[in-house]
C-alpha cells in the first residue's frame, strides 16, 4: 500500500490539469450514508425502495412521504467536509485542479472551499416553488413539517436535485464534459459508476493518468492507471500538496 500512495502522490505533484470525479463515497466518511444501503431500520420505516421514492412520479404522486424520506435520509444539514473534500479545495487553489465533477448534493465539495464544482445531481442547498420558481434554501426545508409551501404562492416546493426519471441539467453536463476532456489526471472517487448518465461522462477521458479510489471495484478499474480499493478519506487524508502554481 505504500508504494501505491507514493505513486498517488507522485501522479498529484505532476498533474496540471486534475479533474475529480465524486460520488457517494466521498461523503460517507462524513458521516453521510448512501441513500442506496438499505438497512432493517429503512424496511421497518418505508414500504417502497429508495429509487422510487426519490423519482420524478413518486414526488408528484406522493410528495408527503418523499419529504419523509427525504428529511430523514438525505439531509445531513450538520455534516462536514472530510480531508477527501479539504485535498482537492487545496489542489484548486494551486491552479492544477480545473474543478470537481460531483454526483453528490450534500454541498460538502463547496463548504471546503471548492469553487469549480459541477452538481451533475443538483443540490440541497437550492429549493424552488414548482409554480411560481420562488427560491428557498436548505433550512427552509429543514423548519417547515410535512410539505413545504411556498411562501408567495402556496405552491409545493421542490428540492433542486435531480430525480429519478429526470434529465440533467445541460450547462452543469457541458462544464462537466469540458473539464474531463480537458483533463491530464481524472480521479475517479468514491462512486461504483452505476448512475448513468453521470457515470458514462468519464468514458470522454483522453488524458495521461486515470486513477481510481473506491471501496469496491468499478467498470473502469480495468482502464486505471492506479487502482486503489480504500476508503476514499483516509486514502487523500496521507496525500500532501505542493502550494506551488504551476498554472
Excluded at 478499474?221 to 498554472?247: F, K, R, Y
Aim: glycine share 6%; charged share 20%.
Amino acid at each position: 500500500m505504500e508504494e501505491t500512495l507514493q505513486t498517488l502522490q507522485s501522479i498529484l505533484d505532476q498533474g496540471r490539469r486534475i479533474v475529480f470525479f465524486t460520488g457517494a463515497g466521498a461523503s460517507t466518511e462524513s458521516g453521510i450514508p448512501d441513500f442506496r444501503s438499505v438497512d432493517g431500520l429503512y424496511r421497518q420505516q418505508y414500504d417502497y425502495p429508495p429509487e422510487e421514492i426519490i423519482s420524478h412520479h413518486f414526488f408528484k404522486a406522493n410528495p408527503k412521504e418523499f419529504y419523509r424520506f427525504y428529511r430523514s435520509r438525505m439531509l445531513y444539514p450538520n455534516a462536514r467536509p472530510n480531508a477527501a473534500h479539504r485535498l482537492m479545495a487545496e489542489l484548486e487553489k494551486t491552479g492544477r485542479c480545473l474543478g470537481v465533477v460531483t454526483q453528490n448534493i450534500d454541498n460538502l465539495h463547496t463548504l471546503a472551499g471548492s469553487q469549480n464544482v459541477a452538481e451533475l445531481h443538483g443540490s440541497i442547498m437550492r429549493n424552488y416553488c414548482v409554480h411560481c420558481h420562488h427560491e428557498e434554501g436548505l433550512d427552509f426545508i429543514l423548519n417547515t413539517k410535512d410539505l413545504p409551501r411556498c411562501p408567495i404562492c402556496g405552491g409545493l416546493m421542490k428540492p433542486d436535485v435531480v430525480l429519478y426519471e429526470e434529465a440533467l441539467d445541460e450547462s452543469v453536463m457541458d462544464k462537466a464534459l469540458t473539464w474531463i476532456r480537458q483533463a491530464d489526471v481524472l480521479i475517479i472517487c468514491g462512486t461504483s459508476l452505476a448512475v448513468y448518465p453521470a457515470a458514462g461522462m468519464v468514458r470522454y477521458f483522453t488524458g495521461d493518468q486515470l486513477v481510481v479510489i473506491n471501496k469496491t471495484a468499478t467498470p473502469m478499474d480495468d482502464n486505471a492507471d492506479l487502482c486503489i480499493q480504500a476508503p476514499l478519506a483516509e486514502t487523500l487524508g496521507q496525500m500532501h500538496v505542493e502550494s506551488t502554481n504551476h498554472s
